[in-house]
């Protein structure tokens, strides 16, 4: 009999298990939360979480919500670009609905997993104090990738306080403070929005050009616009994308910026509405990459250099498994060779749901990738014969040639990638909802 293990009860996790659930499988899932949500469970403390206090996702709800649970069942008046209160509250509701709280254990740390001679898998955990060790048949991984986190490295030593924007939870306590705020993905320009709002000085430091992309184009959300044109090759879709915002922004000198110098989908866009209007109105001052620290004087590759009492590096998270031995399983600083994203070539009772950064929000994805895994399980699903060449072209051929850097080894464009797993499904496919969770619910 099937026995399977979950490990998460993220937005990727919690999805992972409804269907598994669906089609009878016994599950068992470990989340070191005390309730669902993942990394969208906020805390002024030190936790799974990377939001912050005012964090809204940057993908809007329409691409943002599962086929079997929409917003609007979940709550009217949810708007475009919700909170991160308004999600977590949205999963939780999620994992009432069906059913999912009686197969959690929370407050549950994995320490390790290793796949034994049979093939099965032995599984430690933690919970209060103590350890304990379980086996099961199936292994799915969903534990995020955004909570480890990267730090950059430059010559010399910062004698001020520097943190990561993991740790970065709201503006108040750097009041009046000089803040440099190091990258220009989302998280470095949300980051420096809300300092400027109470600081002395809030710097940014970028070391390349990037794109920044309004949250809307013509009154809609921005990836509504993007999404009806997903029928057009890659190449044309963002060759478009990038002219209407050049329309619209006009070039990155004009903030202070500088110009990108590579093509559209070599790095993830920036989405974000307020940098542009802070950098033109002094709030907010653009530097360019940092050579070396000396104290507290940071220097600049453009021969300038300021003092700064804060750094913020906004430079990313560490792919981790901490729970699987490094000559086992590392993805932390190589390329990623998993068929869809989630399979593996030589463990076929191994998978990974949510493991990807698409151009939009991940769960959408992680729906699909879970309902494939449901049915392989149960034997409704074969995988192909030359699963080992499939998941080497995932490395030779993803979907766009981006910059190579860590943050770009698990990039898929969202519609392209929701269309291939679709592939995989029958097409009258529906989710088989527990009629009597339902009525409960």
């Known amino acids: 009999m099937n026995r399977v293990c979950v490990i998460g009860a993220g937005p990727s996790g919690i999805t992972a298990i409804k269907n598994l659930l669906d089609e009878g499988i016994d599950v068992v899932a470990y989340d070191y939360n005390k309730d669902v949500g993942g990394n969208w469970i906020y805390s002024e403390d030190e936790s799974h979480s990377s939001v912050f206090e005012t964090t809204h996702i940057i993908s809007s709800k329409t691409l943002s ?187 990155n000198k004009l903030y202070g910026l500088q110009e990108p110098d590579h093509k559209a989908g070599g790095t993830h866009p920036t989405v974000n509405d307020e940098l542009l209007y802070k950098l033109r109105h002094g709030k907010v001052l653009p530097k360019v990459d940092i050579e070396r620290f000396d104290g507290q004087t940071v220097y600049f590759k453009d021969g300038s250099s300021e003092d700064f009492d804060v750094i913020i590096a906004c430079t990313g998270f560490v792919l981790a498994h901490p729970f699987f031995d490094k000559d086992f399983l590392d993805y932390s600083d190589s390329k990623v060779p998993l068929y869809l994203k989630m399979l593996h070539a030589e463990y076929d009772n191994l998978y990974f749901i949510g493991m990807f950064q698409p151009l939009g929000c991940i769960w959408p994805g992680s729906e699909l990738q879970s309902k494939i895994v449901a049915r392989d399980i149960v034997g409704k699903w074969q995988r192909p014969a030359n699963i080992k060449e499939l998941c080497e072209r995932e490395v030779t051929h993803p979907h766009l040639k981006q910059i190579d850097s860590p943050r770009h080894t698990i990039t898929v464009d969202f519609a392209k990638f929701v269309k291939q797993l679709e592939r995989h499904l029958p097409k009258d496919y529906v989710s088989k909802e527990p009629k009597q969770v339902l009525q409960e619910a």
């Not at 949810?78 to 254990?105: E, K, N, T, W």
Request: hydrophobic share 35%.
């Open 65 to 251: 919500q599962y086929q079997d649970f929409t917003f609007d069942e979940f709550e009217a008046g949810i708007p475009d670009y919700p909170s991160h209160d308004q999600l977590r509250r949205y999963f939780q509701a999620y994992a009432s609905r069906f059913g999912l709280y009686d197969v959690i254990q929370f407050q549950t740390l994995v320490k390790h997993c290793k796949r034994l001679d049979n093939g099965t898998w032995s599984v430690v955990t933690e919970h209060k104090g103590k350890t304990y060790s379980e086996h099961f048949t199936h292994l799915v991984v969903c534990n995020g990738h955004h909570w480890q986190p990267r730090y950059p490295k430059y010559p010399g030593e910062f004698t001020g306080e520097m943190l990561h924007s993991h740790h970065f939870k709201k503006a108040e306590p750097f009041k009046n403070k000089t803040v440099l705020v190091i990258g220009g993905g989302n998280s470095a320009c949300d980051v420096a929005v809300e300092t400027s709002r109470v600081t002395e000085k809030t710097s940014i430091s970028m070391r390349r050009g990037y794109r920044i992309v309004p949250k809307f184009l013509f009154g809609q959300p921005t990836d509504v616009v993007a999404n009806k044109n997903k029928w057009l090759p890659l190449k044309w879709k963002y060759f478009f994308s990038e002219l209407i915002v050049k329309i619209i922004n006009g070039p």
